[in-house]
């Protein structure tokens, strides 16, 4: 019976492991896709950068950056429901981010007043 | 002010973060315009129902400045033709056995600038929903977007406390500035443009927009009404332009890693 307890731990333990390793790898395969996106958006290339940064989410979901960025893409191309969603699921994330949040503060503004344009 | 409270803060955390984890980008973010005007390949300013002042004449006035303003910044192809005579095409039809003058207008002289009361614009701005007159318009001048309204000025005055910046001197000759609540008489005009689009094919309305800017001086101070209009055009002049043509906002965000 203990034996029995042992190897269940064990196998718990491996799988959590490889979990572990897993996700190790997505982030860092999506924080490359993020330096990527940076880069391409540092060079003006904000569609190449909104690609990149997809795939950054797509791989680590949980990654507040790169919601972030892709929030700035998205406002760049003038796509502000979108980008309202990406930044409240980067604050969602990381609530307590300083840059997150000004760049959300900055973001309402332009959307209030697209909102009130649209309204009148 | 904005963005460089941003970058300060920013800069603070960063100093407290101690690590480079984020990169400050200039973005420029479109809004769109409120209604497409690609359909049309040029746009006629046609003329507005003045009201108010008789210092200034609005129609004319309105008519060059946003002819002006839509050529140079809103890159449209304008239609340069007369000011069309709003005010006598949309005198309503007096009822039997009343009397023929319209309330607000006056017409003794030749030169002299018509202008309607605020209380008479309700009546002739009905022909703005006379589709009829606006196809009949458009087919003259080859179907464009046709831009009207009516634009009231009208003096406006009022008196109140006022904050002022007053110098001060303490007994060591020390130069302060503190902030003084003082009573004034002040003078001024109200600016109440209504902006009407319609579709010269049609003779439909595609949008209406009404403004409202006011602006006050000392009472001692003599401006004369024609720079007060343009004071105040000049504050809506960008919302009315953002009706036709995109906008672009400069500003900076921070990207992470």
Known sequence: MPALKKLIASAVLGVA????????????????????????????????????????????????????????????????EKAKQAYQKAAELDPKNTYIKQNIDLFKEINDRANRQNAR | MRTARTLASAAVALAASGCLTFIEVPIETPIRPKIDASPFSRVYVAGFLPGGTEDVDTNLETVRLLRSQLKNKGGMRIIEADVLPLTEAAKPVPAEGAAAAPPGASQSDADKIVTLAEADLPPYEKIFENKEYWKKVGEEFGSPLIITGSVLFVPHQRSGYVQKEQEVYDSFGRRSVVPVRTYMDRKGFILRPKFVFIDGRTGETLYTETFREEILYNAEQSTPALSSYFELMD???????????????RGSRVLLK
């Open chain 2, 235 to 249: 504050r809506l002049l960008p919302s009315f332009l953002s009706t036709l043509s995109s906008q672009t906002i």
């Open chain 1, 17 to 80: 492991i490889s979990a572990t390793f897993a996700q190790a790898a997505d982030r860092k395969a999506a924080v490359e896709q993020v330096s990527f996106g940076i880069d391409a958006a540092k060079a003006g290339l904000w569609r190449e950068a909104t690609y990149r940064w997809e795939r950054a989410i797509e791989l680590d979901p949980t990654y507040a950056a790169a919601f972030n960025n892709l929030a700035i893409a998205y406002e760049q191309a003038g796509l502000f």
